[in-house]
């Protein structure tokens, strides 16, 4: 399975309409088994997938734009470690770790 870390590395090459979800633990960090995968019927419910229950995360145009207005924000680019320590503040808190 892929981590989370080598989606948010191709985040501009994947679909827009699909939803990252990453694998349930205590923490979310970048090294976390996570996929991208259709979610028909657009909820934020946990899914299970070769046994591992997956946790919603984020869809992807939205990763997508929580990136570039970190980037915008920030003016700078950031590593991918950190571009996903800013995924995983969005998707706890729904807020942007900057504001």
């Keep these: 399975m892929t981590r989370l870390i080598e989606w948010v590395e ?6 827009e309409e699909l939803t990252l979800y ?3 633990s205590p923490e979310w960090n970048p090294q976390s088994e996570a996929i991208a995968s259709v979610n028909p019927e ?3 419910l946990p899914i299970e997938v070769d046994g591992i229950k997956m ?3 984020l869809e992807v145009f939205l990763a997508k734009e929580i ?3 970190y980037i915008e ?3 700078c680019d950031a590593s991918l470690e950190g571009l996903c320590g800013i995924l995983i503040y969005y998707a706890t808190h729904d807020a942007y770790p900057f504001d």
Excluded at 10 to 15: A, S, T, V, Y
């Design 10 to 15: 191709r985040l501009e090459q994947i679909d």
């Design 42 to 44: 657009e909820t934020q």
């Design 55 to 57: 946790d919603y995360f």
């Design 67 to 69: 990136i570039e207005d």
């Design 22 to 24: 990453v694998a349930n």
């Design 73 to 75: 924000y920030r003016y």
